[in-house]
């Protein structure tokens, strides 16, 4: 989501150069992307049928409710604080309980327990679980989601 169309048509290109890949390893690399005659890495089909874009302004549009994952980088820093708490507030209220919010790493949120949010990392925040003993933290090593639970930890792993 963004507000500005030219961010969106750049986005739903899906066309990346090797600097902005650096991180994603060969295997990745190869499994999500295709190499394009001018050496950039175009995202596959595959990703590209599970994306949907809109161009909508964040503090306006209504998000849906019930979220797993917000991703919200590198934005926040045109806001006002008072603007900024807002949005976090929307995002806190779009999220599933036990959801996580990913901030910039410039974009530490410093009242995020006011929030009601939990700290998990630097840059990562979560929504709590109605019941929190169903989650493992991820500072004390666990996994935060286990795969096709539904954020539930099987009861005979539960310490
Ligand atoms: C520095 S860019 C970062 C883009 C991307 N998140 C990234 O990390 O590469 C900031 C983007 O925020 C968008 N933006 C600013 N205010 C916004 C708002 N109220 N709603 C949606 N997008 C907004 C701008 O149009 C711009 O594309």
Sequence with gaps: MDVDEGAIARAKDGVYGEKQLVNVSERLRRRYFRRTEDGNYEVSQEVRDMVSFRRANLLTFPFPRNQHLVLCRNVVIYFSAGTKRKLYE???????????????????????????????????????????????????????????????????NRK
Excluded: M, W
Excluded at 125 to 132: G, N
Excluded at 135 to 146: C, D, L, N, P, Q
């Design 90 to 156: 929307k995002f806190f209220g779009c999220l599933a309980p036990g959801g996580f919010l990913v901030v910039g790493t410039t974009e530490q949120i410093f009242d995020y327990a006011a929030i009601g949010f939990r700290q998990e990392g630097s840059f990562l925040y979560r929504k709590p679980a109605e019941d929190e003993s169903d989650i493992k933290s991820f500072r004390s090593g666990g996994v935060a989601h286990e795969a096709g639970q539904g954020n539930r930890i099987p009861r005979q």
